[in-house]
């Protein structure tokens, strides 16, 4: 049997034919070597199959699986952990790429930081052409954090975090997998099921880049109802819990201050539009480039 490798780099896609070769391009690139690449299409109804098979032909070393029907983001995300065989997972998805150093510096961090479950950079947010923007990141700064005490920033101010593809976590902290139960965040309540489980590493550097496009939900999730659904949820969900280190007074303040911010934002068309030109503009630490 092969020995299994480091780093599992999983590329879930749907319809993102066209975005493949930068993301596949960008994981061939990699400074680190120990690692899989594995391609998980939800049932896509463009050339992704032909794609694919141009890269095997070409001697692109991966592994390909088409699911047998559409599971949905979350359960795609799901297939991809349960495909990995590395220690580490490192989500790329198909729209955005990888820096050559990405796997080396955050497999280096969660090798250096054996309490963290999860490992994180600053990332690049840029144009449909890969054309740098702006920089988000957690901090300006390099940081080892408790992973309740990071839960508890992100849900004062948000997804601090990341997206999937400027992260990497353990394995075996994710066998639960993300969470169907939640719409618009699936990403930011897997990364706190990790923090639960451990510690928060980041790096200050751009380690990926997060591609903005006219087929992109991210930014326009915000102008969907739902999302607030979903911050009021995830708020009232974890901000009870034990390790939250605040007052139960101060608890149930932030959550009628939380719950009214939500329903005045859901539901008034004109103020999530704003919100969500805001979020664009400013998200995390930012600056342009």
């Known amino acids: 049997m092969a020995t299994a490798p480091r780093v599992s780099v999983c590329i879930p896609s749907y319809n993102y034919a066209r975005y493949l070769p930068d993301a596949v391009g960008s994981v061939l690139a990699q400074t680190f070597t120990d690692y899989e690449l ?19 032909r ?15 983001q979350a359960g795609n995300f799901n297939r991809c952990i349960e495909l990995a065989r590395g220690q580490y ?11 050559p150093t990405c ?5 280096a ?31 300006n700064r390099f940081a080892e954090e408790r992973g309740h005490d990071v839960i508890l920033r ?9 997206e999937p593809s400027s992260v990497m976590f353990r394995k075996d902290r994710a066998s639960r997998g993300f969470t169907d139960c939640y719409r618009q965040i699936i990403d930011l309540e897997m990364w706190f099921h990790l923090l639960e489980q451990g510690d928060f ?34 708020f009232n969900e974890y901000i009870d819990r034990d390790y939250i280190r605040m007052s139960r007074t101060r608890k149930e303040s932030l959550k009628i201050v939380r719950r ?6 859901r539901n008034s068309h004109l103020l999530r539009y704003a919100f969500s030109v805001m979020r664009s503009k400013v998200t995390a630490r930012s600056h342009h480039v």
């Not at 070409?58 to 599971?71: E, I, Q, T």
């Not at 961090?109 to 052409?129: N, Q, T, Y």
């Open 38 to 56: 594995i391609i998980v299409d939800n049932r896509s109804t463009d050339n992704t199959e032909e794609v694919v098979a141009g890269f095997v």
């Open 260 to 265: 009214g911010g939500m329903t005045l934002l």
């Open 58 to 72: 070409s001697g692109v070393p991966l592994r390909f699986h088409r699911n047998d029907r559409n599971l949905g």
């Open 103 to 107: 796997l080396a510096k955050l497999a």
């Open 154 to 162: 992100c849900l004062l101010k948000g997804n601090l975090i990341g």
């Open 201 to 234: 590493v980041f790096l200050p550097e751009p380690l990926s880049k997060f591609r903005q496009h006219g087929g992109q939900q991210t930014w326009e999730n915000l102008k969907d109802p739902a999302f607030f659904d979903d911050m009021w949820r995830i």
């Open 109 to 139: 961090a969660l090798d250096g930081h054996p309490s963290a479950s999860l490992a994180g950079a600053a990332r690049f947010i840029v144009d449909e052409r890969l054309s740098p923007l702006k920089i988000l990141a957690y901090s």
């Open 89 to 99: 997972i490192q989500i790329l998805c198909a729209d955005d790429t990888l820096e």
